[in-house]
């Protein structure tokens, strides 16, 4: 047979599921350049073939388009492998342990930076006597943990001394300062409670090193998800040093996945200066062919657990009451102000991903969108985070309006953090909680993503179970949430791999296995189509394959 153009690899025996419509199977593909240039069977192969062509043979393996996440923080999940790690569920007294053992492993540190402080125990952290047993862990050592959700901090005295807060310090705008029935802190610091500790933390770091730092903490990121499949994701957060460090990977040819970023314009719990125009002004230096700065981030509101959500309706009173049962939450920003950065974004070719928890949120998006929409912006992408309490009656209006549902971190089974927003929230409210299948009905785009570092890892395989199953895939519980919300696995799949693509307006480039797009492509221990719904989150990756090369291999 005749070779026109021999393909640099070619990649057979194998059950190709490419999340391609017009061809949804094949069992072999041809790449050159980087690209596919032929997926289907492999009686069409041979004409791909010359001297110089790789074989790759999997043996009957499943191939999967490589899996997307459209919200994670890839840079701080990468920072905090240098940090104190503890279990979500850990008590007071086995993170003021865990506390202890770190400091006498590194008796050089001036600080101890540390997660995850469960969301189930903000209630005793409001109490002195946490903080206590806090500061007699550490000592002189300044210490500042962060929660679950990544919205709130918990510091010990060192560290609100070093953050110059005391019982006189008025809560910021943005966040509280916690404090006890006497009026002192507790160390339980909310949302923007905590900025002038992380100054403070910052005048203690070597400037010089910030770029090396940013890079090693982007490359450990990038690792963790090659090893899950993943090819393509978007930081949800992104300050200048992130950007710096993306760029600088991409021009050493070592940014070898999909990288997009969204540029804040505000910020709550980062502590970044450099904001919102500020940040647009570096965009164009910090493009890269695989860096693609093309969002914006804003949080229009906190997170339900610190009754920071603005929601509709109020919250409900928790046993043994703490004032806040009339409180509806509050947005970050008036709705003229989120129009008008909407606009001036659309304006400038930004996308725009804004983070709302509360249903009263997610309908100020909505409502500035259609403005947007009608000024005649019809191309900006704009994604509402989280997508975890949307009001029925804007379930239709995504859709229309060309919003996607960001739906990060996978929340939509039974767990800590449902648990504690179960205990702020109205029970027919929980009913309607993750409204995955009403989206999709309505014709949502529907894009998933893991908010890592707030989930554990970013494996997209727990979060495709769960979909389909609403139960918790670790099989720790087995109680469902909202089983009527469950989606098919093809969907779940795709919420993992096209719909994110689409999301990041990458759908021509990337997300499924098709002629001229990037090969890009993960090859799964198991195919989770042909497995009991049980075996899926289990799905081990044995190879990760970005634009032709081969970037992780299973040992």
């Known amino acids: 047979m005749t070779i026109s153009s021999p393909a640099d690899t070619v990649v057979r025996n194998c059950v190709v599921r490419t999340m391609d419509a017009s061809q949804p199977e094949a069992d072999s593909l041809a790449i050159a350049d980087g690209k596919i240039v032929y997926v289907g069977p492999s009686s069409g192969l041979n004409s791909y073939v010359g001297p110089a062509t790789r074989t790759v043979d999997l043996g009957g393996k499943t191939v999967l388009p490589g899996l997307m996440d459209v919200h994670n923080h890839h840079a701080i999940a990468g920072q905090h492998e240098a940090e104190l790690q503890f279990p979500a569920e850990s008590s007071v007294s086995e993170i003021c342990t865990a506390v202890t053992a770190w400091i006498r492993q590194h008796p050089e540190d001036k600080w101890v930076l540390g997660s995850k402080v469960g969301s189930q125990l903000l209630g005793e952290l409001q109490q002195g006597d946490a903080l206590r047993q806090l500061d007699a862990a550490s000592g002189d050592v300044k210490v500042l943990l962060t929660t679950d959700c990544h919205h709130n901090k918990w510091a010990n005295s060192a560290a609100l001394a070093a953050g110059g807060i005391d019982a006189s310090t008025p809560n910021p705008d943005d966040g509280e300062i916690v404090r006890d029935a006497s009026g002192q802190?507790?160390?339980?610091?909310?949302?923007?409670g905590a900025r002038s500790i992380i100054r403070a933390l910052e005048k203690d770091t070597d400037p010089s090193a910030a770029l090396e730092a940013a890079k090693k903490a982007s490359a450990a990121g990038i690792r963790t998800m090659h090893a899950m499949g993943i090819t393509g994701f978007l930081d949800a957060a992104c300050g200048a040093s992130t950007l710096r460090g993306l760029k600088a990977l991409d021009d050493a040819g070592a940014l070898k996945i999909h990288a997009c970023s969204s540029m804040l314009i505000n910020d709550r719990i980062f502590g970044n200066d450099?904001?919102?125009t500020a940040l647009f002004a570096l965009q164009d230096d910090v493009r890269g062919t695989h860096h693609r700065p093309d969002f914006a981030k804003i949080f229009l509101d906190g997170v339900p657990m610190s009754y920071t959500g603005a929601f509709l309706e109020p919250y409900t009173q928790p046993t043994g009451g703490d004032g806040h049962c009339c409180v509806r939450g509050h947005t970050t920003m008036p709705y003229e102000e989120l129009e008008g950065w909407l606009l001036r974004c659309a304006e400038r070719g930004i996308n725009v991903k804004i983070h709302c928890t509360g249903d009263a949120a997610v309908r100020f998006v909505l409502d500035a969108v259609e403005r947007?929409?009608?000024a005649g912006h019809r191309d900006a992408i704009f994604h509402v985070a989280?997508?975890?309490?949307v009001h029925p009656a804007d379930i239709g209006r995504f859709a229309p309006l060309g919003v996607v549902a960001d739906i990060s971190p996978p929340l939509w089974f039974p767990g800590a953090i449902t648990d504690a927003m179960a205990a702020v929230r109205s029970p027919e409210e929980m009913r309607?909680?993750?409204?995955?299948a009403?989206?999709?009905?309505a014709g949502a785009t529907l894009a998933a993503g893991s908010d890592w570092p707030v989930m554990p890892d970013p494996n997209p395989w727990t979060g495709i179970a769960s979909l389909v199953t609403r139960k918790d895939p670790s099989g720790e519980r087995t109680d469902a949430l909202n089983e009527d919300q469950s989606i098919d696995l093809e969907q779940a799949v795709?919420?993992?791999s096209i719909n994110v693509a689409r999301a990041l307006g990458l759908d021509k480039v990337t997300g499924s296995l098709e002629r001229g797009k990037s090969a890009d492509f993960v090859v799964l221990d198991r195919d989770p189509f042909?497995?009991?719904?049980?075996?899926v989150a289990g799905t081990q990756t044995e190879q990760t394959w970005f634009a032709g090369e081969r970037v992780y291999a299973r040992e």
Request: positive net charge.
């Open 185 to 192: 802190p507790t160390g339980l610091l909310y949302e923007g």
């Open 274 to 276: 450099q904001l919102g």
């Open 372 to 374: 947007v929409r009608a």
């Open 386 to 389: 989280h997508g975890q309490f």
């Open 432 to 436: 309607r909680f993750h409204p995955n």
């Open 438 to 441: 009403e989206l999709l009905a």
């Open 494 to 496: 795709r919420a993992y």
């Open 530 to 535: 042909s497995v009991p719904i049980g075996k």
